[in-house]
Every structure is written in C-alpha cells, then in structure tokens.
C-alpha cells in the first residue's frame, strides 16, 4: 500500500507524491485496501462488531448529535464511516476526471447502528468496492487531470488522482484503529470465558 503518513503530516502534498497514478493504478490500491480490511475481520464474530472499546481520544467533529461527539465507535461503525468517505472521494474525483469543478459534498453514511454483524461489514465493504470501481469506469479516456481544487486539511492542489486517494489515505488512517478495537475485544472475551471457567 501506498504511505500517506508524510501527506497527513503535511510533510508532502498528495498531488506531487501521487498525482501521476492511473486509474489501473487506483483500481489495484482500492482492492488491496478492501481486502486488507476484509483480512482484518475475517476472524470476527458479530460480538466484536457491536463492541465498544475504550478510546479515550474519541471526538467526533462531524457526529449527529451532541451525545455522539466523545461516543468510542464500534467496528461497524469504522467501516461504515470509512466506506461513505472514500465512495465520497471517489465520486468526487470522477466529476473533476471530467473537467468539472465541483462543490460541496457526495455523501451517504449508513447509519452505523443498524451494522451489527459481520455479514453486514463484509457486505458493506463489497458493495463499496463495486461502487469505487465503478466510479474509475465514469473516467474518460483521457482524464482531466489539470483540473484541480484546493481543499483546506490537504496541502497543494488535489486533481482527480489525488481526491481519490483521499479516500484511501482515509481508510488507511483507520486500519490501526479497526486492529486496537478488535485487540480489545479478543481481550475482554478472554477475561470473559476465564471468569467463566472459574465460576
């Protein structure tokens, strides 16, 4: 996978870094990105995707509600909020493919209570996969990738090969995040099953 640490570091600019990749390219970075998080829950049961862990720099700057704000989120609620972002990004980054400069958002969160299973995780990550794959096809032959905008949390121009990677730089800053909430759920079913046991 692709290192984004220096571009959310602002150490580099995505555009200089990565502004050069093709949609081929994009196409293999988001199906290594799917299946890594597919990896990652692959020994999940549903108990693990409903579990709270304890986060306590949760802080959620765009949450629904003022009682979400410092809520710690489940595994399903990462995949849901990491999916909408990068379909967000990939959207977004097909409309300046086409020479078009675009305002504003293109997002859908489902919302992360209804996701608790595994099955729906799995589903949700396929269906996301369809989608930004789908995305690169509404490319043309021959991208506009002059056609840039500015966006305030990344430095230098984003064309459209960069606003794709938003996406995935994205879902990358989450994979240590979906690793601790599965760590401290294997953990607490131990303590759970050995309390069990000496009961």
Known sequence: MLDFAPIRSKAKTMHDSYGHLTPAQLRDLTNEMIDTMLGLIAECDDEDITFVYHDP???DHAAANSKEVGLAWTLGHVIVHVTASAEEAAFLAA????GVQREGRSRYEVYWETVTTV?????????????????LEMWPDKPHLDNTIELRYLRGPINPVSRFLGGLSHDDAHLGQIKEILRQSREAKAIKRS????G
């Open 57 to 59: 720099k949760a802080y």
């Open 119 to 135: 099955k729906q995780c799995r589903q949700r990550l396929e269906e996301s996969r369809r989608m930004r794959l789908a995305s």
């Open 195 to 198: 309390q069990i046991s000496h």
């Open 95 to 98: 409309e300046l493919a086409r």
